[in-house]
């Protein structure tokens, strides 16, 4: 049976089986990423087997780049969790520890390590999601960039074999979505 852990791979983000302290999305191996975003090509001169090689790449890059926004949802959500808890203890502490108003254990709370460290948690996170969020953005870009190469220049073909004055688009066989 498969789960919805074990396809996002939750477990390695579960901060009771991993010491928090350790543990960043900041972390995230981006290193596919690397590679694809070097097979880029620098000249808008592109054959058409490239092109559709690049076309799934970048598609492939941008669904990777959802479940890795995935994690990053469950993982936003632990850091707004412990960075109410942290705050909560930080001000329970300081009123244990003498603070006369609530004003003043508001302020010791928010200077509190453990509480500074849960929000540097959580901004790590958004940091990590803001940049997979752009990367989604420019891999969906680029797949799309591919695919009007790759309609181009089969247009391009068709146009200059003649094939194109023989049969109109409605019979080139491709299907709507409601069809």
């Known amino acids: 049976m498969a789960t919805v852990r ?5 477990e390695a983000l579960n901060p009771s089986d991993v010491d928090v302290t350790q543990v960043s999305p ?18 808008l001169q592109i054959d058409m087997g490239t092109a559709i090689s690049l076309a799934s790449d970048y598609l492939r890059a941008a669904d ?7 994690n990053l949802t469950w993982w936003d959500q632990k850091a707004k969790a412990e960075k109410k808890k942290a705050y909560s203890l930080a001000w329970l502490r300081a009123k244990e520890n003498g603070a006369k108003t609530d004003t003043t254990a508001r302020h010791i709370a928010e200077s509190d390590d453990e509480y500074l460290a849960a929000c540097e ?27 009007d190469r ?4 089969h247009s391009q073909l068709s146009h200059s074999s003649g094939w194109s004055e023989t049969i109109d688009a409605k019979n080139t066989g491709e299907r709507s979505w409601n069809e």
Do not use: G, W
């Open 26 to 43: 900041l972390d995230i191996d981006i290193t596919e990423f690397q590679e694809v975003k070097e097979s880029l090509p620098r000249s």
């Open 6 to 10: 074990d396809q996002l791979a939750l």
């Open 64 to 70: 990777r780049c959802n479940e890795i926004l995935s």
């Open 150 to 153: 790759i309609k181009s220049e």
């Open 121 to 147: 948690k959580e901004i790590d996170t958004a940091t990590a999601r803001e940049y997979f969020e752009r990367k989604h953005q420019t891999f969906l870009k680029a797949h799309h960039f591919m695919k």
